[in-house]
């Protein structure tokens, strides 16, 4: 059962998603319009960095809180919710456990209070899964590291002004010799490349991002040289709660819509939610949406509780993307011909969908994670 703390925050979050999101969904799709304005009314409530302490700039709420936050906005637009979801988990955790002082004051508070918004730059055009493979570099010259690369699918990339970036300063070491620092997006030398035409969550900015010889404070090493490789899979733990939830939302709103259809949608002289074979689909669907759910929420209390959750967090993130797909493909299904043309949402949702099961991990790293926890 939810605390009452955690039914307001779920209540705040699905009133807002439903009064200030979900009309304007499908325009921010059908346009890939960056959601400004919403972006801003949830920093006004606290949601861009929920689980940050108040004296960092958040909200000073557990990940229990967040995952129910994030499940809301997601039912409304799941564009909306992966760049809650990216500001929130990879931006903002990673320099909450491994900033300074001085750089979450910096960094930390702004973006935790949603003035700023971050990105979290680690894939590369040859370094997708095998994230060790980092081709950026940050060479340490006269007190400063000048940092070359080019770094892909960047969600936020085209609109963030702080990014998380990862560069080998010691290619002898591999993946230990990666450092991560936090880079202000307005320097000299970066550019946004490539800005991405994608299937889905089409209102979330996603691009290239390339450094050229940018010079980088020493003191914006973020922990220590050749901790960036922790830092990043520790991050994408946290990373893999969220989109588990984002998974939850997208299949909830698709749930919602095959429900009242198929109450509404005659056939045969009777509504065909009384056929069986579409009250067995609906039946399977809330199923597998609760189980997913319950997933979700366990990793976020045991990251709460400071328990491991790395293969929990697998475990949600896997499960739950699959049952995104699943779900959506089975709404489309109850809706028919119609399911498949873009005046209902259905289709929105399969598109939006698709994309949980391949970022912060496919479905077949996150199997990887769980068996070697195994």
């Not at 690369?149 to 702080?162: M, R």
């Not at 698709?254 to 067995?280: C, D, M, N, V």
């Amino acid at each position: 059962m939810l605390s009452e703390q955690h039914k307001l925050i779920q209540d705040l979050a699905r009133s807002f998603a439903q009064k200030e999101i979900s009309m304007y969904a499908k325009a921010l799709d059908a346009e890939g319009k960056f959601p400004t304005e919403i972006i801003q009314k949830l920093a006004a409530l606290g949601l861009m960095g929920i689980s940050v302490p108040q004296s960092d700039g958040g909200s000073g709420l557990d990940h229990l809180s967040y995952v129910l936050a994030l499940e809301e906005i997601a039912v409304a637009c799941a564009s909306t919710a992966v760049i809650m979801s990216v500001n929130n988990s990879l931006v903002c955790e990673p320099l909450l456990l491994f900033g300074s002082e001085a750089q979450k004051k910096k960094y930390l508070v702004p973006l935790a209070s949603g003035k700023q918004l971050g990105c979290f730059c680690l894939s590369e055009p040859d370094a997708g899964s095998d994230a060790g493979n980092q081709q950026t570099v940050a060479q340490k010259k006269e007190g400063k590291y000048i940092l070359t690369g080019t770094k892909n699918f960047i969600t936020n990339g085209p609109q963030a002004d702080i990014a998380i970036v990862f560069a080998k300063t010691d290619r002898t070491l591999k993946k230990k010799g990666i450092s991560a620092f936090v880079v202000e997006k307005k320097w000299p030398g970066i550019e946004v490349g490539k800005i991405e035409k994608k299937m889905g969550i089409r209102a979330s900015g996603c691009s290239q991002v390339i450094f050229q010889d940018v010079e980088v404070p020493a003191e914006n090493l973020l922990g220590e040289e050749g901790q960036g490789f922790k830092i990043a899979l520790r991050t994408l733990d946290s990373g893999r709660i969220g989109i588990g939830a984002q998974s939850v939302g997208i299949a909830r709103a698709a749930l919602e819509a095959a429900t009242a259809y198929a109450k509404e949608r005659k056939q045969f002289g009777q509504p065909i939610f009384e056929f069986q074979a579409i009250q067995w689909m609906l039946a399977d669907m809330a199923t597998q949406i609760d189980a997913a759910r319950l997933l979700v929420h366990r990793a976020a209390i045991l990251q709460g509780a400071n328990h491991s959750f790395s293969k929990e967090a697998a475990m949600a993130k896997l499960y739950a993307s699959q049952t995104a797909m699943k779900v959506t493909t089975d709404a489309i299904q109850i809706f028919g011909g119609y399911g498949y043309t873009q005046d209902y949402p259905v289709e929105r949702f399969f598109r939006d969908a698709k994309i949980t099961e391949i970022y912060e991990g496919t479905s077949e790293i996150q199997r990887l994670v769980i068996a070697a926890h195994l």
